[in-house]
């Protein structure tokens, strides 16, 4: 079992930033990939940005050149740094982890709002 919890969410005027924190507990041991998922409004769940235990990392194609996501090994984190932050990123942000085996974890999100 691992546990996941985010934080850093608010609102935020667009071109603004934000940092996203998602800390994990539990069988961190076995984690392979850890990443970001978004739901907008009205809208499907969406990948922001996944990295591996490795450091491969993959963005979706919305945010790349304005996000950047980074994991620390030694604290069992992953955050998403949101640079020059657009409307279109309003969401809920979920943090995920993906075991060695390929169950999934998430958490229980937090929201972004862009907005003047």
């Known amino acids: 079992q691992v546990r996941l919890v985010e934080s850093g969410g608010g609102l935020v005027q667009p071109g603004g930033s934000l940092r996203l924190s998602c800390a994990a507990s539990g069988s961190i041991f076995s984690i392979n990939a850890m990443g970001w998922y978004r739901r907008p409004p009205g809208k499907q769940r969406e990948l922001v940005a996944v990295i591996t235990s490795g450091g491969t990392v993959n963005y979706g194609d919305s945010v790349k050149g304005r996000f950047t996501i980074s994991r620390d090994n030694a604290r069992d984190t992953v955050s998403l740094q949101m640079n020059n932050l657009k409307p279109e990123d309003t969401a809920v942000y979920y943090c995920?982890?993906?075991?060695?085996?390929?169950?999934?974890?998430w958490g229980q999100g937090t929201q972004v709002t862009v907005s003047s």
């Open positions: 995920n982890a993906v075991m060695a085996l390929g169950s999934n974890y």
